[in-house]
């Protein structure tokens, strides 16, 4: 089982990561985070998606679906945001945050790798 300084040092391995934070949705705050750019404040972006995990939970919920979120992907210009809730006892209300190069990724093995690192970490 990998602690969360590993899981984020493993994240930041896949090809093409930009940076990665794990957040607690129900708050908004980052727990952890590794890499970024001087123009983006990874913490900041990673907060605001909070909001994003939350309304699709919602809809889940309204919905009555009897499902689970795998990921959440949102797609720019040159990059991939994936979000990934977690879903181990110790991680509930939690996701990790994966911020990717559009041009340097490949988005299935990053997802793949992402899902390997979540079943991984311990909280």
């Not at 994003?52 to 990921?71: F, G, P, S, Y």
């Amino acid at each position: 089982m990998a602690n969360l300084d590993v899981a984020l040092k493993n994240a930041m391995q896949i090809e093409g990561a930009i940076g990665v934070a794990v957040v607690d949705y129900t708050s908004g705050m980052t727990l952890g985070v590794a890499g970024g750019t001087a123009e983006l404040d990874l913490t900041v972006a990673a907060a605001g998606n909070t909001d994003v995990v939350r309304a699709k939970m919602r809809t889940i919920e309204m919905l009555q679906l009897n499902d689970e979120i795998e990921d959440i992907l949102i797609t720019l210009g040159t990059q991939y945001h994936v979000i990934r809730p977690l879903t181990g006892r110790h991680g509930k209300g939690l996701f990790l945050y994966l911020m990717l190069s559009k041009s340097r990724a490949n988005l299935a093995l990053a997802r793949h790798q992402l899902r390997t690192i979540e079943e991984n970490l311990e909280l």
